[in-house]
């Protein structure tokens, strides 16, 4: 069963992964034929056409939804590879970094924004990326349950003592005003939470002092994977 | 002194757009849509470098690297995907592939790796007609 259930996750990965190859070359369409736009409108530069500056103007913005596009088709490509492997060695810093942008926009329609905190070497663990992912984002959902419209989820992995952690911390308006770690024992997200992280090897605690959350995982003592 | 280009890519418009965009710049551009339809077109004419897309149905990025390599193997080739990953710079650079660049890609950076490219070319072309003097003039011969 949990063979199939890898096959099934793999076989997802890799029609989005080849999907947005698709897209890129979607894009570059789009950027060359946008180009070619702005090229023709310099080559009239000396018989201005009317609303020159306004085309001039789409143009530019054609662009910057293209560099917007790139970005969000590198996101769904990692994540789309992600699943290639059911075990891999990953850098913490560089997995809530990932999770954080592309979770950015379910943060977005409660009008929060997801900021991820890198303490600069990288934290390297051997664990399975998509349930690692999966075990962020409920965390993310259990903040954004409790949190009003506006404010910030910061995520900060560090590597303390015998374990890993994350943690993830509410900064939103009125949060004061709840009592946070009731309120989120009783939210369905963090039964959901605490059985992913300990299918992870790990545990989950509330920080009570700040209204957050702390994911534990196991420290693999693992080197970076070789290139 | 503008180059001679190649540019092979299965995806028509995008060739299309670009290779206006590079003869606007003053290249002298041909195009081709398929690894056998590039190779063909490296038999009759000479470029300075090929902008070779990898994944083409048919013969793909790399097959065709290889072919253009025994037929032309001083040609820069700068090859276009769409995600920039390790193994494939490695294979890539295996073949003999100059460099690689990510789609959609900047027009300025292109013309810049396209120049880097073209300099490259120029001093294996040198070593080779240095090579092949040498021999001529060898007096053990």
Redesign the interface.
């Known amino acids: 069963m949990a063979e199939l259930k890898n096959r099934e996750i793999a076989f997802i990965g890799k029609m989005t992964a080849s999907i947005?190859?698709e897209m890129?070359?979607v894009?570059?369409?789009?950027?060359?034929?946008s180009?070619?736009m702005e090229?023709l409108i310099d080559?009239c530069q000396k018989t201005p056409f009317p609303y020159m500056d306004k085309m001039q103007d789409a143009l530019t913005h054609i662009q910057g939804q293209?560099k917007r596009g790139?970005e969000l088709t590198?996101r769904l490509?990692r994540f789309a590879h992600d699943s290639d492997e059911t075990i891999k060695t990953i850098d913490l810093n560089d997995m809530v970094t990932h999770l954080a942008a592309l979770s950015q926009r379910h943060a977005r329609l409660k009008n929060v924004r997801l900021k991820a905190h890198s303490p600069g070497s990288a934290i390297w663990v051997k664990t399975s990326p998509i349930q690692l992912q999966m075990a962020l984002f409920t965390g993310v959902e259990c903040c954004l349950s409790l949190m009003a419209t506006g404010g910030e989820i910061h995520l900060s992995p560090q590597g303390r003592g015998a374990k890993n952690l994350i943690h993830i911390l509410c900064d939103g308006n009125d949060l004061e005003k709840i009592p946070f770690v009731e309120s989120l024992f009783k939210s369905e997200k963090w039964a959901t939470l605490k059985k992913l992280v300990e299918c992870l090897g790990g545990s989950v605690a509330p920080d009570e002092s700040a209204r957050g959350i702390f994911i534990f995982l196991p420290k693999t003592n693992q080197s970076p994977p070789s290139? | 002194m503008k180059y001679k280009l190649l540019i092979v890519d299965d995806e028509e418009k995008m060739v299309k757009y670009l290779s206006k965009r590079l003869v606007i710049r003053g290249y002298n551009v041909r195009t081709a849509f398929s690894g056998q339809e590039a190779l063909a077109a490296i038999k009759k004419n000479q470029f300075d470098v090929i902008l070779l897309d990898i994944m083409m149905p048919g013969m793909d990025g790399i097959e065709t690297l290889k072919e253009i390599k025994t037929i032309a193997p001083t040609t820069a080739v700068i090859l276009l995907t769409g995600h920039a990953s390790a193994k494939l710079d490695a294979e890539g650079r295996k073949w003999g592939a100059f460099d690689y660049i990510l789609k959609p890609f900047d027009l300025n950076g292109l013309i810049e790796k396209i120049h880097l490219a073209h300099q490259h070319r120029c001093r294996e072309h040198d070593s080779v007609a240095v090579y092949r003097e040498v021999n001529a003039a060898d007096p053990f011969d």
């Open positions: 947005t190859h890129r070359n894009l570059a369409i789009i950027q060359e034929s180009g070619l090229d080559l293209v790139v590198d490509n290139v």
